[in-house]
């Protein structure tokens, strides 16, 4: 059964598109600190993870939510994947920007792990995502560490091989 939440164009629609202008903007503004393909690939790993844990925890047989105005997938949900992208590519900008080292790293991830519980917050609020099929927001605590690490992981194999 498709769930219908709304059908206007509204608050969740119009973040969706504002954030990420704005993001992309604010990309195009800051210094360069990646080449092309390295920036890109840090980008491309956030929609990748937020469309493989969105498509896997959200659909048949778990089904946990739902995410913009209908639980059918459509255009703006695509949107809102890429949305992820310019996330990612920060969280390594100012990663790189502050050199963090060390045990550094787990503050660093904790932090962002809860801006990002911040930002799922807001984004429940708004009608982005429906966590009404039962599930629970601190759930994704131990995903954003996950990625967030492997992120990192990837940011420094990437550093190691243009040495």
């Known amino acids: 059964m498709n769930r219908i939440y709304e059908r206007s164009f509204d608050l969740n629609e119009w973040f969706i598109i504002l954030s990420l202008f704005g ?73 790189r920007k502050l050199g963090i080292k060390g045990i550094m790293n787990l503050a660093y991830i904790l932090i962002w792990t809860t801006f990002s519980l911040l930002m799922e917050w807001l984004t429940v609020k708004i009608g982005i995502f429906h966590f009404d099929k039962g599930y629970k927001m601190y759930w994704s605590i131990p995903i954003y560490m996950a990625v967030q690490s492997v992120q990192l992981i990837f940011h420094h194999k990437v550093r190691g091989s243009k040495r």
């Open 23 to 95: 993001l992309l903007f604010l990309i195009w503004v800051t210094p360069k600190m990646f080449s092309f393909l390295e920036g890109f690939s840090y980008f491309v790993y956030g929609i990748s993870t937020g469309m493989f844990y969105d498509h896997t925890i959200s659909i048949p047989p778990w089904d946990y939510y739902d995410v913009n105005d209908s639980s059918a997938y459509q255009g703006i949900d695509f949107i809102s994947y890429i949305m992820y992208g310019p996330y990612s590519y920060f969280f390594i900008y100012i990663y």
